[in-house]
């Protein structure tokens, strides 16, 4: 079982930009599509972005053009680089492994702590 860390988060203005780090733990990382999800303050969880075990990305509607999503199977991490972003942005940002690459649902109801993103003026 993959388990994450997730960091970077913080407060950012709106139109700022964020990076953040997800440290995955297991040689069997690099097999594995991952996503990162979201949970905004009243509202389900979401997944943002998701990357193939490969070079192969995904977006939800909202962050397409402002959010990317990449690996380095090396570090066993995941990154989330985050631009041009606005106060509908602001949420705890997780990690987790995707059913399949193309599904929206987590393979486990186990997260972790997450990163807080808040995203304010």
């Known amino acids: 079982q993959v388990q994450f860390v997730e960091s970077g988060g913080g407060l950012v203005q709106p139109g700022g930009s964020l990076r953040l780090s997800c440290a995955a733990s297991?040689?069997?990382?690099?097999?594995?599509?991952v996503g990162w999800f979201r949970q905004a303050p009243g509202k389900q969880r979401e997944l943002v972005a998701a990357?193939?075990?490969?070079?192969?990305?995904r977006y939800a509607d909202s962050v397409k053009g402002r959010f990317t999503i990449s690996r380095d199977n090396v570090k066993n991490t995941v990154y989330l680089q985050m631009n041009s972003l606005k106060p509908e942005d602001t949420a705890v940002y997780y990690c987790?492994?995707?059913?399949?690459?193309?599904?929206?649902?987590?393979?486990?109801?186990?997260w972790g702590q997450g990163t807080r993103v808040t995203v304010s003026s």
């Open positions: 987790n492994v995707p059913k399949t690459y193309n599904s929206d649902s987590p393979v486990s109801s186990s």
């Open positions: 297991g040689s069997i990382f690099r097999l594995y599509a």
């Open positions: 990357i193939s075990s490969g070079i192969n990305t």
